[in-house]
């Protein structure tokens, strides 16, 4: 089953320009993931939050979570061309290990 | 160090013959995951070992399906009298383990069933 929806589930924006792609969820959750995957290739994690976390920075990415209202963004500033790929939100809920996984955003950089 | 292996890359086969695909983790890593993805789809959890033992196999669609992990390490996923449905990319990842802790992606399998 899936718990996380990504929206929109498809982006396509200039090179250069900032990317935003959300993430919603249904239960409480132990942490959010966030996930990069090119075309053909194995998925790629990018930054793990906590549940007790509200934002974090990874070099040009940026991931908030809000628990109240159990969603999640990841921006990506200043968009390559590389960066075109599909992302995916995945959630860890108490003790299970086991991540939900949502249906991805797929993004295009155009160049 | 290396990362997650998959092999084969590709796997053409037909209706009711049987599979075997590979998944070599990132050594040390002692939780191996197999997921199933479709075109468009987020990755679908089939089975979860922690060590030699499968800890959850509630994934696996049907009794076609069976998984192993001998020695903790390498695992096979094995498909019975594959059907057209079973056409997937089939995902293996590894993680150390801990609860929530990141999962490292292999590139996958592709099999397609004619």
């Known amino acids: 089953s899936q718990q996380g929806e990504e929206d929109p589930q498809a982006l396509s924006i200039q090179e250069g320009e900032n990317a935003t792609m959300n993430c919603s969820y249904k239960t409480s959750i132990n942490n959010l993931q966030w996930y990069r995957q090119n075309s053909g290739r194995g998925l790629v994690h990018l930054i793990l939050?906590?549940?007790n976390e509200r934002e974090k920075h990874s070099g040009r990415l940026r991931v908030t979570l809000d628990t109240s209202k159990k969603s999640s963004s990841l921006l990506i500033t200043a968009s390559r061309a590389a960066d075109t790929a599909s992302y995916f939100c995945?959630?860890?809920?108490?003790?299970?290990?086991?991540?939900?996984w949502g249906a991805g955003t797929k993004l295009i950089i155009k160049p | 160090g290396a990362g997650v292996s998959q092999t084969p890359s590709n796997k053409v086969t037909e209706k009711g013959k049987y599979v075997e695909l590979r998944c070599d983790p990132i050594s040390g890593h002692t939780a191996l995951y197999w997921y199933r993805q479709s075109l468009g789809q987020g990755p679908e959890f089939l089975i979860y070992?922690?060590?030699?033992?499968?800890?959850?196999d509630s994934g696996l669609p049907n009794d076609r399906f069976f998984a192993v992990r001998p020695e903790g390490s390498v695992s096979t996923l094995k498909i019975q009298r594959t059907e057209r449905g079973d056409s997937a990319v089939y995902l293996c990842a590894s993680s150390s383990g801990d609860r929530g802790s990141p999962l490292h992606f292999g590139n996958g399998t592709r099999l397609t069933v004619t």
């Open positions: 995945a959630t860890v809920r108490g003790s299970n290990y086991q991540l939900i």
């Open positions: 939050i906590r549940s």
């Open positions: 070992f922690q060590g030699t033992g499968a800890a959850d």
